[in-house]
């Protein structure tokens, strides 16, 4: 019976000490993010990291509709899929106070990485909690932030800008104010070009997740709105709901209503790409993020589209996009996931994932002398980044996002109500939601 | 002869016996036959306990405590009935459920009378009716993220194909054809979609009634020499009737908690217009982490289902058996 056995025993052995190294070095590390074009530059980045450290990444994309739940879920439920996460800005507040994150600032003062190396904003934006205090939960890994992209070509044509003229008195531009764009895009609306009907202006008008919310606070920060007192935190009368910030809710849904291509009720960033891509619109809001792909366009790029930073209105604000890349407390692969951090915010590494199609936050990128003219982009997203502002992020930001989306979608989708009942509603459930935080 | 089936059985177990090592052998003779029952079905209950009993006994428990499952260090505290107060006294799940209510009073409505006329007509025997029949049955076969997702593109005001079809009869441009994202038409717009998936499913309960109807009573009617529209209210109707509200029952529990093809078509917009019941508690539970309160919501919606469903069998038992 043994000398059966025998034989099989020995392979198996054999087998087992083949494998031994292999073992301890393929080690894998899993790094969640969305699915979206940033994240397959980072797969094709991130194979120096591999090259270099033996350690094979592996990558959990979800799209962005799905993104926060599937994401926040795996993190509520205290899971080891994520080695690593890009967790959007909003998160970092809920993720550090309830110990989802690995807090990093140890670990950036042992590998001599520093915060001031970065854009102060992404700093303020994806890596501190609470905000404006020296505490790291991530390192800043995607500078985005809502900008406008325009049809360029149509914009040079004689015919148009003549026309334009004699009706608005001005020349057509990019638009420098939010009433230039709102002109222009009733200029456009339903106007005959080369034989195809085209619309004004796509603007986000999504329900089910983050979009509404994401496009009108790029008009509400430009007209006054306050999240808060500035002097008396979680203050929120007169401050959501001031006389300034209904204007600004009255505009969105006034560009809404006359500007906007039928049946776009609906719209984030893929559909407003689409809505651009297919040349149904002069003018399209959407993060930075999809500038690359859009330049790169065979139908509306290159010379096609021209690029602007966020017009202002009394003040000059732009929504805040990106993410940072933290390190998932709940990993055993901690030590790994760190390495995979520590290479990242290398000069080297930062330059090539710019140069990639990611949005590198460290300064010695963005202040580097060639960099406005590396891309097209490249100046509307810098002046862009100089003027970003961020929705809470406060642990309780879901519900608080949940709250924003339903009052604003029910005003300038619904048409249900006025400005000024959506604001003052918004503010008390704002309240609410602070006061069963025991924050007020 | 006759061989009696506890012979048959009682050879089998003797021969399994036979073939079962000696200890397990005794241990299996000296359970009861109560006992062999129960162990048969231990693992379904198991499974039951797990995955039906236990979340609900949970979730009874959760909602009465003010817990949020994206705070898992925090304090979960005992509100009391606090939870389900609130759920009740919420305007907006009551606007929701006015919603649901309107969206199960006309799909079930629509699909009762189109579904039992299809019926009517299938079972009129005639040439290539097995072709129609299947013909009809394809939408209810499709995944209804699939339905969901090709109807959005045929309501696209720009390109759908709805809206041409609609702008062709009626001289309306397409541009103005805004099925979803018109408050007034996308209510209508996930009925249209409902009803032409699930009126084949009613069709098909309707026929299986009409098709149990036996002959002689028609042609008993005919001897009477009772018309066609007599026999049609007087034997058709009453003697299909127990199936019409079966499938009626089926329908209202189906779209009491529809999900998939509200969140594909519209996601409850525009604003909350089509936000039926399990979309507010969807985002109560998953998107704003109100564990607890959606909890209690997640309870009332099944109080009043079991209840309104009990009512409604009984009053189907009553109509079987008259």
Redesign the interface.
Same mark, same amino acid.
């Not at chain 2, 998953?286 to 109100?290: I, L, R, S, T, V």
């Given at each position: 019976m043994l000398k059966q056995w025998i034989p099989l025993l020995g392979a198996t052995a054999v087998c087992a000490l083949m494998s031994a190294p292999q073992a301890a070095k393929a080690e894998q590390l899993t790094l969640c993010w969305a699915a979206w074009d940033p994240a397959n530059a980072l797969v094709e980045l991130s194979k120096d990291f591999t090259t270099k450290t033996g350690i094979d990444m592996k990558f959990e994309f979800v799209p962005w509709t799905s993104y926060a739940d599937r994401f926040l879920n795996e993190l509520n439920s205290r899971g080891k899929l994520c080695d690593l996460i890009i967790g959007d800005s909003q998160w970092v507040g809920g993720a550090a106070e309830n110990g989802h994150y690995v807090k990093l600032n140890d670990f950036f003062a042992k590998e001599g990485i520093s915060m001031d190396d970065f854009v102060p904003a992404t700093v303020v934006g994806y890596s501190e909690w609470p905000k404006n205090t020296p505490n790291y939960w991530a390192l800043p890994a995607m500078g985005d932030v809502v900008g406008w992209t325009y049809r360029k070509d149509w914009f040079e044509r004689p015919e148009i800008q003549k026309e334009f003229k004699a009706k608005y008195g001005w020349d057509l531009a990019a638009p420098k104010t939010y009433d230039q764009l709102k002109q222009i895009a009733e200029f456009f609306q339903k106007r005959e070009i080369d034989g195809k009907t085209v619309y004004g202006a796509s603007i986000y008008t999504e329900r089910g997740s983050e979009g509404i919310t994401m496009g009108v606070t790029n008009v509400l920060y430009d007209w006054g709105f306050m999240y808060e007192n500035p002097k008396k935190p979680y203050d929120m009368q007169g401050y959501v709901n001031s006389p300034d910030a209904v204007k600004g809710l009255e505009f969105y849904k006034s560009l809404y209503d006359c500007c906007t291509p039928p049946g776009a009720s609906n719209v984030y960033m893929v559909e407003s790409a689409d809505a651009f891509k297919s040349g149904q619109v002069a003018m399209q809001m959407n993060f930075a993020f999809t500038w690359p792909g859009l330049y790169k366009d065979e139908k509306v790029g290159g010379d096609r589209i021209g690029f602007f930073p966020n017009p202002a209105e009394k003040y000059h604000f732009a929504q805040l996009g990106g993410q940072g890349i933290s390190v998932v407390s709940y990993s055993d692969k901690r030590d790994a996931a760190l390495q995979y951090i520590k290479w990242f915010a290398q000069p080297d590494v930062q330059a090539k994932w710019w140069q990639f199609g990611g949005y590198s936050c460290l300064k010695a990128v963005v202040d580097a002398p060639d960099f406005k003219t590396s891309q097209p982009y490249a100046p509307a997203f810098l002046e862009s980044m100089a003027i970003v502002k961020d929705f809470w992020a406060e642990p309780s930001y879901a519900e608080l996002l949940q709250a924003m989306q339903k009052r604003v979608h029910d005003y300038v989708v619904a048409g249900k109500g006025t400005a000024k009942e959506a604001l003052d509603g918004l503010e008390k459930d704002w309240t609410e939601i602070f006061e069963e935080d025991g924050k007020i | 002869m006759t061989t009696s089936p506890h012979t048959y059985a009682d050879k089998a177990a003797e021969a399994a016996v036979r073939a079962t090592p000696e200890p397990l052998v005794r241990r299996v003779r000296a359970l009861s036959d109560k006992a062999i029952a129960w162990l048969f079905i231990a693992p379904t209950i198991a499974l039951l306990l797990a995955i039906n009993i236990f979340p609900l006994f949970w979730a009874i428990y959760l909602s009465f405590t003010?817990y949020r499952?994206?705070?898992?260090?925090a304090e979960v505290k005992n509100v009391g009935l606090g939870n389900y107060s609130r759920v009740l006294n919420d305007p907006?799940i009551w606007a929701s459920m006015q919603t649901t209510a309107h969206f199960v009073f006309w799909t079930i409505l629509l699909q009762t009378v189109i579904g039992f006329a299809l019926a009517y007509l299938i079972d009129r025997k005639f040439r290539g009716h097995a072709f129609w029949t299947t013909l009809i049955l394809i939408p209810m076969m499709l995944s209804p993220a699939v339905v969901g997702n090709f109807w959005r593109f045929l309501?696209?005001? =720009?390109i759908g194909l709805f809206a041409y079809a609609v702008s062709f009869l009626t001289g309306i441009p397409?541009?103005?054809i =805004?099925m979803?994202?018109s408050?007034n038409l996308a209510p209508w717009a996930i009925i249209i979609v409902d009803t032409w998936m699930w009126t084949p499913y009613v069709m098909l309960i309707c026929l299986a009634g009409l098709r149990s109807i036996p002959d002689y009573i028609y042609e008993a009617a005919e001897v009477d020499r009772a018309s066609n529209w007599r026999q049609f209210w007087s034997i058709t109707v009453p003697m299909a009737l127990p199936f019409i509200m079966l499938a009626v029952l089926f329908r209202g529990i189906e779209n009491f908690k529809m999900f998939d093809m509200v969140?594909l078509l519209? *996601? *409850?917009?525009?604003?909350?217009?089509t936000e039926v019941a399990s979309i507010t508690l969807k985002?109560d539970a998953?998107?704003?982490?109100?564990t607890g309160r959606s909890s209690a919501f997640a309870i009332v919606l099944f109080v009043a289902v079991f209840g309104l469903a009990n009512i409604y069998v009984k009053a189907l038992n009553r109509v079987k058996q008259r």
């Open positions: - | 003010n499952a994206n705070r898992p260090n907006d309501y696209e005001p =720009q397409t541009s103005e =805004q979803l994202g408050v969140n519209t *996601g *409850g917009g525009p604003g909350s217009t985002r998953f998107e704003a982490w109100a």
